[in-house]
């Protein structure tokens, strides 16, 4: 398979409200990629189960792989996945390495990129409209802002660069940035299609 025809997945990782998201859908509406972000399943099984428990995380997991299993073996361009990386846990590589293997099996592209911002932008972030609308469970911002500060506290969220060299791997610091740039340099260092497109941040 050429790597024109070839299936692409790009994971945006990095900790809550750092704008994976909002990433996410600029770089989907520049290049015809679908986007899935982590809170459409979260969100689906939250409806039934409470968040942590088995069955939401099967519920939740099943969703992911079915929908990457399904876009792997399509026509389709390829997807943007988002997802919280927490380095320090060893079960979250595995993960990963499981989600890409759809993919890489079909002799398709699997790359990375890390977005990192400061912590006050990224609690000003968590209470984005667009991010409200999108994520019903953090409506609640007090509670989503007690969350956000005690996963900083528990789990490392940003690589601190262990990646950098890599040539599938892109770390930015998307503090000051809009979406649309992030988008913009996504593109052009993995040499992406590119459309126009906009959006804003969550």
Request: hydrophobic share 40%.
């Amino acid at each position: 398979m050429d790597d024109s025809a070839a299936p692409l997945l790009l994971f945006v990782v990095g900790p809550p409200a750092v704008g994976k998201m909002s990433v996410g859908q600029a770089i989907a509406e520049r290049t015809g990629l679908r986007l899935f972000h982590n809170h459409i399943s979260i969100e689906l099984a939250l409806r039934y189960f409470e968040y942590g428990t088995p069955a939401f995380c099967r519920i939740s997991d099943e969703v992911r792989r079915r929908v990457i299993e399904e876009v792997a073996a399509s026509d389709l361009p390829g997807l943007v996945f988002t997802f919280v990386w927490a380095f320090n846990v060893p079960e979250d590589e595995a993960f990963m390495d499981e989600y890409a293997m759809p993919f890489r099996a079909r002799g398709g592209r699997v790359l990375f990129v890390e977005l990192e911002a400061t912590q006050a932008e990224r609690l000003r972030r968590n209470e984005c409209e667009s991010r409200l609308a999108e994520k019903p469970s953090k409506r609640d911002v007090g509670a989503s802002r007690r969350r956000l500060l005690e996963n900083d506290a528990r789990y490392q969220l940003n690589s601190g660069g262990k990646f950098d060299q890599r040539p599938d791997y892109l770390r930015i610091d998307n503090t000051t940035l809009t979406p649309g740039e992030v988008a913009e340099r996504v593109i052009s260092r993995f040499g992406l299609p590119c459309s126009t497109g906009a959006n804003s941040y969550s």
